[in-house]
Each structure stands twice: as C-alpha cells, then as structure tokens.
Nanobody, 131 residues
Framework: QVQLVESGGGSVQTGGSLRLSCAASGFSLDRYVVGWVRQAPGKEREGISI????????YYVDAVKGRFIISRDNAMNTVNLQMNELKPEDPAVYYCATSNLPEGMFRFVQVTTRWGRLYYWGQGTQVTVSS
C-alpha cells in the first residue's frame, strides 16, 4: 500500500519550534522530489519547500526561508521539516507531497507551486502557533 504519513505537528508559542516528519511506505522517497504544502483556513494551498531527489538541494518560499529546514533521511525513507521561529502566520495543516505519483496512487490532491505540480494524499499534520 502506497502511503505518505505526516507527523510532528502540535501547538507551540510564537518563536517556538516543531519538527515535522513525512514517512513513506510502499515506495522509495529518494526517487522523488519531495515537498511540503500547507493550507490555512480560508487560504489557498501553498507549497513552501521542496528537496530535490538527485542532490537533495532545498528550496523555500520567502515566507519560511531562514526559519525552516527540509532534509531527507533515505535510510528511514522519510523527509523532515524543521520549523523554527514559528510565527502567527504559520498555522496550517501541513502535507508532504511528491512531484510525481507512485504507481498505484489514484486518489490525491494536486497543488501548483512555484516549482511545478506537487501531489499529496496523506491526512496532514496540524500546526498551531499561539501568542
């Protein structure tokens, strides 16, 4: 079964940190560009970061650059997002997404980002930031 499971969300105060994890099963994440997409209530889905598959190069939108760090752990088949200096504008449901769909995946959400289309199908993980 092809799965992407996000975890690590929670509630923190402004300026706090969280580490999100995306664990894949049924396929190897190291073959894909992997990104994080977030959706806040009443707002459009937003692709905030990706990491390439060939050289693990990270990319970020300006809103999170310098605060968030995306990384891979190929041995664990995971991609992580370290979120530091969380701000009141960061609360959202965060989804892990891939640039292509694994074989056998038919139910997904497509998001257009500055880096192209990303696809996710997990439940996401909620991030809340309080002042």
């Amino acid at each position: 079964q092809v799965q992407l499971v996000e975890s690590g969300g929670g509630s923190v105060q402004t300026g706090g940190s969280l580490r999100l994890s995306c664990a894949a099963s049924g396929f190897s994440l190291d073959r894909y560009v992997v990104g994080w997409v977030r959706q806040a209530p009443g707002k459009e889905r937003e692709g905030i970061s990706i990491i390439t598959n060939d050289d693990s190069r990270p990319y970020y939108v300006d809103a999170v650059k310098g605060r968030f760090i995306i990384s891979r752990d190929n041995a664990m088949n995971t991609v992580n997002l370290q979120m530091n200096e969380l701000k009141p504008e960061d609360p959202a449901v965060y989804y892990c997404a891939t640039s292509n769909l694994p074989e056998g995946m038919f139910r997904f959400v497509q998001v257009t980002t500055r880096w192209g289309r990303l696809y996710y199908w997990g439940q996401g993980t909620q991030v809340t930031v309080s002042s």
